[in-house]
């Protein structure tokens, strides 16, 4: 049976800013601007703006939406990896001082 736990710091603090890169990433590609919203709407023609048009825009803001919401979910990868992180280093800190007293 193995007896400690070997952990990669640079690796998973590498893995954390991958998440924390991705988070921008993620919205800038999902994005999408109030004019170009209001344009997907009129572009069906007078009688197509009020069914497929509205339709069309309710999916693009639906789109940006799920954008933001992959960013913050990301940003709160990130954050757990780091926290999880500080928090094994403390406990590992705090074992080899207890062991040595």
Known sequence: MR???DIDFPA????????????????????????????????????GASTVGRSYQEVLAAR???GVALGRYAEDVA????RSLSEYAET?????????S
Do not use: C, Y
């Not at 991958?18 to 919205?27: D, K």
């Open 64 to 66: 940006r939406d799920l």
């Open 3 to 5: 007896q400690s736990i």
């Open 79 to 82: 954050a757990h990896i780091r």
């Open 12 to 47: 998973w603090d590498d893995h954390a800013s991958w998440w924390e890169t991705e988070s921008p990433r993620v919205r800038e590609r999902f994005s999408i601007d109030e004019a170009a919203l209001d344009g997907a709407g009129k572009m069906f023609g007078k009688i």
């Open 92 to 100: 590992e800190q705090d074992n080899t001082r207890r062991l040595s």
